[in-house]
């Protein structure tokens, strides 16, 4: 299993899969700031998969700040991908304006 975005879910007809990537196929995980009124809305979370073989697309799935607290998105990544950059989380998190901050990164000996 791994994450799976369902804030389409109304809108989506009954039978079309949601959008979604497995833990062991991502690669990457960042933290996207931007410049808004609203702290909740200025943060999102990037989950990227680079294609690991020749040719293979790199895909990703973007979780709004709000829907990443209330999905417990953080302690998921935790659990599953090892653990995160706490001092980068940190520095998106304060940060006030745009900004990208990798917090985690798949390394050559976790595969």
């Known amino acids: ?3 799976v975005l ?3 879910a109304q809108a989506r ?4 899969p949601c959008a979604g990537l497995s833990w062991a196929e991502m690669t990457r995980v960042d933290a996207l700031t931007t410049q808004t009124e609203v702290p909740a ?3 999102s979370f990037v989950l ?3 294609g690991l073989a ?3 697309e790199v895909r990703h799935l973007v979780v709004p700040g709000a829907q990443a607290v209330s999905a417990r998105l953080l302690q998921a990544m935790s ?3 090892g653990s995160l950059d706490q001092t980068q989380l940190l520095r ?3 940060r006030r304006g745009e900004g990208r901050f990798t917090l985690w990164q798949r390394t050559a000996e976790r595969g």
């Open 1 to 3: 299993m791994g994450v």
């Open 79 to 81: 659990t599953h991908l």
């Open 41 to 43: 809305d200025s943060i």
């Open 6 to 8: 369902r804030s389409d």
């Open 92 to 94: 998106a998190i304060s």
């Open 13 to 16: 007809p009954r039978g079309t």
């Open 48 to 50: 990227v998969a680079d």
């Open 54 to 56: 020749a040719g293979d």
